[in-house]
């Protein structure tokens, strides 16, 4: 006879189910924690893509083609080379008259965030990802950059997960995912009551498997999306 089934075991057993008929995790996980999306490496960029995603409008039609015409306009002209530079938008009339989805408040002013208590020969890069590491998501609201207007937790996780950290953002696939294991699994830790029990709970998932946060993100992202989403990178 074979002993008990270890809690870790189980959790790895279930998980492992859901990676087989989402093989595409992997790649897309990757390419967030390498910088291999659209957006590349850019600082500016990704809180532009941040910013622009708050509202939930679509991103492929709507968000991504707007901070793609933003980066072409400030970014590429020349005009916007630094974080320093972003967080002076707020005075540019162009800016405000140009980028008008999401809360185009949060370009400049996250970049003024990060940049409150940085050293002057700070890295940008550095300071978004060393940020997005430490940043801890139960306390957001006490955050400099969740405190930004229009930041709520979601934006914050998607802005740490875009910015590299291993994290996941509560949006509706997670929030599926694991309310599909807390109904199915009871001796699961889960819950799926609140944006922070879901991130305690992809947290609980990845500490009892062999599975990052931001591949159980991705594995929740790839089985819970509508069809007609898939090709988007979210």
């Known amino acids: 006879m074979t002993g008990p089934t270890s809690i870790d075991e189980t959790v790895q057993r279930i998980l492992d189910k859901y990676a087989d008929n989402a093989p ?5 996980a990757a390419k967030f924690q390498n910088f ?4 590349g490496s850019d600082p500016k960029v990704i809180i532009a893509d941040a910013a622009g995603s708050v509202t939930g409008l679509n991103y492929e039609n709507i968000v991504k083609p707007n901070v793609e015409s933003f980066r072409d306009q400030f970014i590429n002209s020349g005009k ?6 972003l967080a002076e938008l707020e005075h540019d009339p162009k800016f405000t008259e140009s980028f008008t989805i999401g809360h185009p408040n949060a370009v400049y002013d996250v970049a003024a965030a990060l940049l409150e208590n940085a050293a002057p020969d700070a890295d940008d890069l550095d300071l978004l990802q060393t940020w997005a590491a430490n940043a801890d998501p139960n306390q957001y ?3 400099p ?5 229009g930041i709520g937790p979601a934006t914050f996780q998607y802005l740490r997960m875009i910015a590299g950290a291993d994290t996941v953002k509560p949006d509706i696939q997670v929030e599926k995912f694991i309310t ?7 001796e699961f830790n889960v819950n799926s009551s609140s944006d922070a029990a879901l991130i305690d709970s992809c947290r609980w998932l990845a500490t009892h498997s062999t599975y990052s946060m931001i591949e159980i993100d991705q ?4 089985t819970f999306s509508e069809t007609e989403s898939l090709s988007n990178t979210h």
């Open 36 to 39: 291999d999306r659209w957006t």
């Open 180 to 186: 599909e294991l807390e109904t199915e699994y009871s």
């Open 141 to 143: 609201r006490s955050d």
């Open 145 to 149: 950059v969740g405190d930004v207007y």
């Open 219 to 222: 594995i929740a992202w790839w």
């Open 24 to 28: 595409q995790y992997r790649e897309y």
């Open 80 to 85: 916007v080379q630094s974080l320093a530079d």
